[in-house]
């Protein structure tokens, strides 16, 4: 586009030069014609008054010449205005002289003819410069001329010589990558592999090493003795006090006679699941200094169990917390000694647990992964590998590293491939049951969830579609009876990046429609 702009304007400022010169070389020529005129009228007019010759009154050639302009301006004033004021002064002073003169002369029948030229004479005494006059009259721009009619093409010149071969040109840029090829024919869906054993626990490490004692310190000045006082006298015998605190109980000896403490009986808990329990450690009526509580021997309870003072809370009940919960605190009596007491309890599930039910803290329960989907769920633990999407733990224990989940890993799969896990058939041909789990869907680029009915035909139950937050949350969903046997499908499907975990856990189905259980379908 440059080089475009570029030549224009060079054709341009030549056709420019070439008016201008052509202009330059017309006025050039036109006045020297014009002086050749002058020349030539002006040899005329004196010869014209040398030889012409009258007995009337003097002859005035100043006089005749005003009177012939002042007749003969309006007949020329249409060709005036083709001319320049310059031109138009000096053709109407030569044509009126000599006009003028020819008719004197041909008024005294006298013929005027061309002498020969005479010798210049010589120059006169320079006259008197007279006044300024006054400024004549501004001439008017003529109306332009008609433009001149189109010169013939002049002859093509002769072919030049052929020029010497120039140097050889730099090497050409790269050209570019051809089009893509077709794509393959996809290959065929390899078998599903076995699972692998999980691996063993490794060992308890060994506990580091003490720090060395610190140097012992100077001892310090001792003081002076104070001087004895005098003896006081004796007091009045004090009241009798209470009576102290019942001691523990006493150890016992077995057949072999070794000591043996008396076994603690453990208070039993029965529960439904789900059901909300309060366990209170025995801390009696005394002041509360400090109590901890204890599962199987661990210190590690689910962080989804709140303790209030002396009371450990379990919201809901599930298969998982089942075991033995045993609390040590430290109380302050009424006399102020600080006494330290125990509490044991034995939690046990009698009603509601099925063999649906799953955590996944062993295993997959009674669960299977599918065979006709895209991928296999994970079985993990803590964080998943992709930040900004998917739990940082479970929903059973919680906590750092928590239990135990199943959840869709989005950034080894492609866009709307799908995972399962499905459950063993069963049938509820009496009444509705009530299907309840915790969900985790979290990332921009999440795709959905869905339980589907799977049996005569398919049905879906439930979906969820889209990031729901970074929180777990709980679905409720009502199986409707159903003569025949049936499986639950837990479908999962990738989105279209890698921002797109779903984790579920805590699988749990109630027998009997879930408003039996005080829950609406979510």
């Not at 100077?218 to 003081?223: A, M, N, Q, S």
């Amino acid at each position: 586009m440059a080089t475009t702009v570029q030549t224009l304007a060079s054709v341009s400022l030549l056709i420019h030069t070439v008016l201008f010169m052509s202009l330059n070389l017309y006025l050039y020529f036109r006045s020297q014609s014009l002086s050749r005129e002058y020349k030539q009228e002006t040899e005329v007019l004196d010869l014209l008054t040398k030889n012409c010759r009258t007995n009337e009154e003097p002859f005035k050639l100043e006089r005749e010449i005003e009177k012939f302009i002042e007749v003969s301006a309006v007949k020329d004033h249409a060709k005036k205005r083709q001319l320049s004021p310059l031109e138009m002064m000096m053709a109407d002073l030569l044509k009126a002289q000599e006009l003028v003169l020819e008719q004197h002369c041909i008024n005294n029948t006298r013929l005027c003819v061309y002498g020969e030229k005479g010798d210049i004479g010589t120059s006169g005494v320079k006259g008197i410069m007279g006044e300024k006059g006054d400024p004549g009259p501004q001439p008017q721009q003529g109306t332009s001329g008609l433009p001149g009619s189109k010169g013939d093409h002049g002859l093509p010149g002769e072919k030049g010589d052929m020029g010497l071969r120039g140097d050889m040109g730099p090497v050409g840029e790269k050209g570019d990558i051809g089009n893509k090829g077709p794509k393959g024919n996809s290959g065929s869906i390899g078998n599903k592999g076995i699972p692998g054993d999980p691996g063993t626990s490794g060992e308890k490490g060994a506990s580091g090493t003490s720090g060395l004692p610190g140097d012992q310190g100077e001892p310090g000045v001792t003081g002076v003795k104070g001087a004895t006082g005098p003896k006081g006298s004796q007091g009045l015998p004090g009241d009798k006090g209470d009576a102290g605190p019942r001691g523990p109980p006493g150890k016992g000896l077995d057949p072999k006679c070794l000591c043996k403490a008396p076994k603690q009986r453990n208070n039993v808990i029965q529960s439904g699941i789900l059901d909300r329990i309060r366990m209170t450690c025995p801390t009696g009526n005394g002041t509360l200094v400090n109590v901890t509580w204890t599962k199987d021997g661990s210190s590690q309870l689910p962080v989804r169990m709140p303790r209030e003072g002396n009371h450990l809370i379990l919201p809901e009940v599930y298969p998982s917390d089942v075991g033995v919960y045993r609390c040590n605190a430290y109380v302050v009596d009424e006399t102020g000694t600080t006494v330290a007491v125990q509490g044991s309890f034995d939690l046990q599930v009698t009603s509601g647990d099925d063999p649906l039910d799953c955590d996944f803290e062993k295993d997959l329960c009674s669960w299977t992964q599918g065979r006709g989907d895209d991928f296999d769920l994970a079985r993990y633990q803590g964080n998943t590998l992709t930040a900004m999407t998917g739990p940082s733990s479970d929903h059973t224990i919680g906590g750092s590293p928590g239990g135990f989940y199943m959840y869709l890993e989005s950034s080894d799969h492609q866009k709307k491939e799908k995972g399962i896990l499905v459950s063993s058939d069963f049938t509820n041909s009496v009444e509705p049951e009530c299907l309840t789990f915790w969900y985790h869907m979290y990332g921009r680029d999440t795709d959905s969830l869905s339980v589907i009915l799977q049996g005569a035909s398919n049905s879906t139950l439930w979906n969820k579609y889209g990031d729901q937050g970074n929180d777990w949350q709980r679905a409720v969903v009502e199986i409707p009876t159903s003569p025949t046997r049936h499986k639950i499908i837990l479908e999962f499907t990738q989105g279209v990046s890698y921002h797109g975990d779903i984790a579920i856990d805590d699988i749990i189905v109630l027998h009997g429609p879930c408003k039996k259980f005080n829950k609406s379908p979510q």
